[in-house]
């Protein structure tokens, strides 16, 4: 017994030498850290080093403006009523007074004119809507020209993407739901566009409408997706995607000290975490000051729906109006197949339609299936750096802003005094040619640019100063570019496109490429062959221009 006690008693755990709390405060804090690992956590994370550059605030502005959604969301749901039922007006609003209309459309006429800041709140929902895209658009942008979409990012990219394509969705339900004469129309647009869905489209019509349009269903169910089931999925791809960019680190320019191994910048406790508060209020503020100077979706000015009625300068928000663009390019064509009409004029931009979005889902992974490149990435590219890749997105958004013009080419015609058969055939036109001409010439710009980066690094910068030499010549003196300048101008990688292994092996037999590689071979000409990107300064031809003649 003595053993054992003895035993037991030298295992015991000694006593902490660490003070107690201070205060009930401290106490609380330690219980919680005990349970929780909050220390653990904050002391590995917030001192997490970001890098500084201004387009990195774009993902930011994308985060703000969902918090403002969410948070003017949850105030306009207080005074919402998402129903189809009938009500006579009887409000503050006096041009509708006595009309029939809607309950959802009602609350909303109540909200603009009855409810204490009720008509600002709903402007900066609807604006932080319209910049929350943008920012989305203009952010995935920054990150598809800079090549932040490599390794280990691939899937983060995939996650940019669903925010993108949910955000306009969660949009469009939304300026649905006020159930005026506008989002009647865009609605009645949408209900034509499912039912041109050969075999599938009334059941899905049905499913969405619950009956014929407009129905008594429509409101509810959008109210539904547009409040709990969109931002739910959202939310959590926003949270899988800020944890991806803690885990792989933010991605950086080329500068002196900086490798794909470290980042250079300042960390997120204190300093980033000030200046990315600041500039939430400050996003915040603009947009507010925004919504307070300009008007947007004045429900009232066009009335409630009714089916016999369609507004003429009807318009869907900027991030939807390539769609309606698809459809009104597409001739009006039909045919009949086994007793069946098919409705091309609709059916082909709808499957159009997701190609247009889809398109920069997988770019990622093409551009990696065609290097064969296997490495993480985490230095940032110059878009001149990489010209096909520049070009294609160049000729993308040259797409996407002809079928903005084509959706409004009623307008167009109407405020330019010209015909809109005249402007409906140039964006026919141009939806096959513009792309192309773009393609080009954003391609011949890179290289440009890249030929006046090396004479840059060879000759050095222009001085503005003319000398004269011996023999009478004048030329004009060159100043040798800074370390940091030649760093920036020379760092980038120029990939060596995929080769075909040799027709024969090592024993002599013949091998047969496949369709696959002989297709990988000829686009990873296209994307980094001889035409496509101009051979950078070797340090032995600077050194041998700059130590001898030839440098002035």
Not at 327 to 334: A, D, S, T, V
Not at 389 to 395: I, P, Q, V, W
Request: proline fraction near 6%.
């Amino acid at each position: 017994m003595s053993s054992a006690s003895s035993t037991k008693s030298g295992a015991a755990k000694p006593a902490s030498t660490r003070a107690k709390p201070a205060n009930k405060w401290e106490a609380a804090a330690d219980w919680t850290d005990g349970r929780l690992g909050i220390y653990s956590l904050a002391k590995a994370n917030l001192r997490k080093i970001f890098p500084d550059h201004w387009s990195f605030m774009l993902g930011e502005i994308c985060l703000y403006t969902f918090v403002i959604i969410i948070l003017t969301g949850v105030y306009l749901t207080l005074f919402f009523k998402p129903s189809m039922g009938e009500v006579i007006y009887n409000g503050s609003y006096v041009p509708l007074k006595g009309l029939p209309m809607s309950e959802a459309y009602a609350s909303t006429v109540d909200i603009s004119f009855e409810v204490r800041g009720g008509l600002l709140v709903r402007q900066i929902h609807h604006w932080a809507a319209l910049v929350f895209v943008a920012a989305m658009l203009v952010h995935m942008m920054r990150v598809f020209f800079t090549g932040a979409f490599r390794k280990p990012r691939e899937v983060n990219w995939v996650f940019g993407f669903l925010l993108l394509v949910l955000g306009m969705f969660d949009g469009f339900f939304g300026y649905s739901l006020p159930d005026d004469l506008l989002s009647g129309t865009g609605i009645r647009f949408m209900e034509g566009a499912i039912l041109a869905v050969p075999l599938v489209g009334t059941y899905i019509q049905m499913f969405l409408f619950g009956g014929e349009f407009p129905g008594t269903e429509i409101v509810p169910r959008f109210f539904t997706i547009h409040v709990l089931l969109i931002p739910g999925i959202m939310l959590g791809l926003l949270v899988a995607h800020l944890i991806l960019v803690f885990y792989h680190k933010h991605t950086q320019w080329a500068g002196p000290g900086k490798t794909e191994k470290n980042v250079v910048g300042m960390p997120l406790m204190p300093v980033y975490m000030a200046k990315a508060g600041g500039f939430f209020f400050l996003v915040f503020g603009v947009i507010a000051a925004i919504s307070a100077i300009a008007t947007i979706n004045p429900v009232w000015s066009v009335g409630p729906y009714r089916a016999d009625q369609v507004s003429t300068d009807a318009q869907p928000d900027w991030y939807m109006g390539f769609s309606e663009g698809l459809i009104r390019l597409m001739p009006g064509w039909e045919i009949g197949l086994w007793g069946h009409t098919l409705n091309l004029g609709v059916l082909v931009p709808l499957a159009i339609f997701p190609l247009v979005l889809v398109s920069i889902a997988v770019y990622p992974f093409i551009e990696g299936w065609i290097t064969g490149d296997k490495r993480e990435h985490h230095i940032l590219d110059r878009p001149r750096n990489a010209p096909v890749r520049t070009a294609l997105g160049a000729a993308w958004i040259s797409l996407y802003l002809i079928l903005l013009v084509a959706g409004g080419n009623d307008l167009f015609a109407t405020h330019l005094h010209l015909s809109i058969n005249s402007v409906t055939y140039f964006v026919r036109v141009g939806f096959f040619v513009i792309p192309v001409v773009v393609f080009i010439v954003t391609k011949r710009w890179c290289l440009g640019l890249q030929r006046r980066d090396k004479e840059k690094v060879l000759h050095g910068r222009e001085t503005g100063v003319i000398k004269r030499l011996p023999h009478g010549e004048f030329i004009e003196v060159h100043a040798q570019l800074p370390q940091q300048d030649l760093h920036k101008l020379t760092a980038h990688e120029q990939v060596q496109p995929y080769e075909l292994p040799a027709e024969t092996d090592e024993n002599g037999v013949a091998r047969k490429a496949g369709v696959l590689s002989r297709t990988r071979a000829k686009l990873a000409r296209g994307f980094y062959g001889e035409g496509s990107q101009i051979p950078k300064p070797t340090a032995e031809e600077h050194h041998e221009i700059t130590s001898g003649h030839g440098h002035h």
